[in-house]
């Protein structure tokens, strides 16, 4: 979905080393979500922003932190890479008051591979 | 705690019948259900949500069917096309919560 942004799209990097991987959203929404998505697995959540103030962990939130800079961006940081977090990367938004329930919006995806 | 699963990996299908994806799930509290689509190199796409106050919710040749009472729920999809091929994922909601998402199954529909 156009509306979602995510940078970069790949991204090679080592162990040990910090990277971000930003997320950006055009649709207005308060709601953002980081997902990572493992071959032969759905998507597990890592952390959500449920507003600019708020910010709570998901699933699998060791190794990872985030920012949420402003309505229209959050970022994920990888304090320290590790070999199993290559992984597909996906950023997510919602807005429940449409009526929708939570469907969420997902940008393209970053491919992270950790060497 | 909540999870939602799917029942088969693979579902393969000839072009032109209709398909059926399953999908179960563990919380009885879940508020919606939302199926998505995932092609390949592309994130998911919402295709059809259900709230739990309802049995079945129609699409554009799409169907989703909610047994609350066995926890499951599923999609079918009529006169599958080429298109359909994807991954697909059922979700699962409570109120503040996010999303849980099942494992996927993969689509394939043979000419």
């Known amino acids: 979905d156009a509306d979602v942004t995510q940078t970069p799209r790949n991204r090679i990097t080592k162990t040990g080393k910090r990277i971000m991987l930003e997320c950006s959203q055009t649709?207005?929404?308060?709601?953002m979500y980081w997902y990572r998505q493992d071959p032969g697995l759905g998507l597990r959540l890592i952390y959500y922003?449920?507003?600019?103030?708020?910010?709570n962990k998901g699933e699998i939130s060791d190794g990872y932190s985030v920012s949420r800079q402003a309505q229209a961006k959050f970022s994920l940081s990888l304090e320290s890479a590790i070999p199993n977090q290559t992984a597909l990367y996906f950023c997510?938004?919602?807005?429940?008051?449409?009526?929708?329930?939570?469907?969420?919006?997902f940008g393209p995806g970053t491919r992270l591979l950790v060497l | 705690g909540e999870s939602v699963g799917l029942h088969l990996p693979t579902l393969s299908v000839q072009e032109g019948d209709n398909s059926i994806i399953n999908c179960a799930y563990s919380?009885?509290?879940?508020?919606?259900f939302i199926w998505y689509k995932q092609e390949s190199g592309k994130g998911p796409q919402f295709i059809i949500d259900?709230?739990?106050?309802?049995d079945k919710r129609q699409g554009q040749r799409v169907t989703v069917l909610l047994n609350k009472t066995v926890k499951h729920l599923s999609l079918q999809i009529a006169a599958t096309q080429p298109g359909d091929s994807a991954v697909y994922f059922c979700?699962?909601?409570?109120?503040?919560?996010?999303?849980?998402f099942g494992s996927g199954t993969r689509l394939q529909v043979q000419p």
């Open positions: 979700a699962g909601g409570t109120g503040r919560r996010a999303l849980t």
């Open positions: 649709k207005g929404h308060d709601r």
């Open positions: 997510a938004t919602s807005d429940p008051s449409g009526g929708r329930q939570e469907t969420q919006y």
């Open positions: 259900i709230r739990s106050n309802m």
């Open positions: 922003s449920f507003d600019v103030k708020d910010i």
């Open positions: 919380n009885s509290a879940s508020d919606y």
